[in-house]
């Protein structure tokens, strides 16, 4: 089932001599439950179609479907709370509230919705991210890798539709990287949920079930990865 559609998606900057077409035409669908890597040098356009996928900024032309929803149809009430509710974001560098412990970092979203968080789903992500030791804790007080634990818990909580991984372990060493990729892993499977990750790490890349590679904005490949396949059937 046809969970994510881009259709021949633009995004220009500047006029004239100066334009840059940082995204150029790049069109491809995402089923349900897939997790997709897009890699490719840095310039390519990796970060530029996630922030469009996931609502952050607006394509010059073409159109994102999520779940049959043009996503660019909505004004930006509307897409404050698509956000919200259907998109998970996750960042290099976290992006937590540094005031907030971790559990209030990870229901933020669902408190800026006017709703109240579920204790026992709440109690299944911390279990899940190996975070109930440090609950209370401020991100002052967590180390990188717990902080991108908060910032996966965070992006989860709300189940939504679609989680989008910005770079999530190049702020991390190898064995936090490693960690990081089996709670996707979880999450893709346990969840059901569908992964985008933009990585330049190529053994990221390799863990995932599909690859997408960018240059100069376009799509020059993508191929399931068959190693990946093989991986997640032996692990049935």
Not at 160 to 168: C, K, M, R, S, T
Request: charged share 25%; glycine share 8%; proline share 4%.
């Amino acid at each position: 089932m046809e969970l994510l559609k881009v259709e021949h998606l633009c995004k220009v900057y500047g006029t004239g001599e100066n334009e840059v077409k940082a995204v150029d035409g790049v069109s491809f669908s995402v089923p349900k439950g897939q997790m997709v890597a897009i890699v490719g040098a840095s310039g390519s356009g990796k970060s530029t179609l996630l922030h469009m996928i996931g609502a952050v900024d607006r394509p010059t032309s073409g159109k994102i479907w999520l779940d049959g929803q043009d996503v660019f149809r909505q004004n930006n009430r509307e897409l404050a709370i698509f956000r919200r509710r259907q998109v998970g974001l996750i960042y290099q560098f976290y992006n937590l509230i540094p005031v907030l412990t971790a559990e209030e970092n990870i229901t933020l979203p669902v408190l800026m919705d006017g709703r109240k968080p579920d204790p026992a789903h709440l109690e299944t992500i911390l279990d899940m991210l190996g975070l109930k030791g440090r609950r209370n804790h401020l991100p002052s007080q967590m180390s990188g890798g717990q902080q991108q634990r908060v910032s996966i818990g965070r992006a989860i909580f709300t189940s939504p539709q679609v989680i989008l991984a910005d770079e999530p372990t190049g702020n991390l060493d190898s064995r936090n990287s490693a960690e990081i990729m089996e709670l996707f892993r979880r999450s893709n499977r346990e969840l059901k949920q569908t992964i985008l990750i933009i990585t330049h790490d190529e053994s990221i890349a390799e863990q995932c079930d599909r690859i997408i590679v960018l240059r100069d904005g376009k799509i020059i490949s993508d191929e399931a990865n068959a190693a990946a396949e093989e991986a997640d059937r032996n692990e049935i």
